[in-house]
Each structure stands twice: as C-alpha cells, then as structure tokens.
C-alpha cells in the first residue's frame, strides 16, 4: 500500500519560511517523480514545484520561482519543499504527490493528505 505523509506545515508570519517533508513508503521512490500542489479554499488545485526521479530536472510554478525549492532524499525515500519568503496568498493545504511517468504527462497517481500552511500578514 502506497502511503505519502507530508509534515512541516504550520503558521508563519508574512516574509517567513517554511520546510514542508514528504516521506513516501509501498512505492520504489528513485523510480517517482515527484511533486507539490496546493488548493486554497474556493480555488482549484495547483501546481506548485516537482523534481524527477534523479533531482536532475526540478519545475516550478511561476509564483514560486525563486522563493520555493524541492529537493529529494532517495535514500530516506522523502521530498522536501523549502519554501521563503512567504506571503498570505501560499496559504493553503500542500499537497504531496508521486507520478510514475514524466512531469508532463501530468499523471499523478498518488497523493497524499496534505499539511496546513498558514502565512498571517
């Protein structure tokens, strides 16, 4: 059974950071891409940062260009998302997700339960 369990979540104030963990377990990890998403009340779900199996190639979302990285532990089969300089619009659950193809397929096919960031102004 597939099992991705993210932590790190919290409250921070505006201009803070954040380390956001993922670690993954039923899955053989350095063979996943893997990704980050969020979905803020009202809003759909959207993606945020992804790295491939080998952290060679590492995506983000336009708004996170330079404030988030997402890095990968194959050994401690676990995705990490650094996120700084944050604002109140990234507040939302964050989402861990695994992909067995490519980024851009676009396929996910597990994901996790989510952690609770919150940026207060």
């Known amino acids: 059974q597939v099992q991705l369990v993210e932590s790190g979540g919290g409250l921070v104030q505006a201009g803070g950071s954040l380390r956001l963990s993922c670690a993954a377990s039923g899955l053989t990890f350095s063979s996943y891409t893997m990704g980050w998403f969020r979905q803020a009340p009202g809003k759909e779900r959207e993606f945020v940062a992804a790295?491939?199996?080998?952290?060679?190639?590492?995506y983000y979302a336009h708004f996170v260009q330079g404030r988030f990285t997402i890095s990968r532990d194959n050994a401690q089969n676990t995705v990490y998302l650094q996120m700084s300089s944050l604002n109140p619009q990234d507040t939302a659950p964050y989402y861990c997700?695994?992909?067995?193809?490519?980024?851009?397929?676009?396929?996910?096919?597990?994901w996790g339960q989510g952690t609770q960031v919150t940026v207060s102004s």
């Open positions: 997700a695994a992909s067995p193809a490519a980024v851009i397929e676009g396929r996910w096919d597990y």
């Open positions: 790295i491939n199996w080998d952290a060679g190639r590492t």
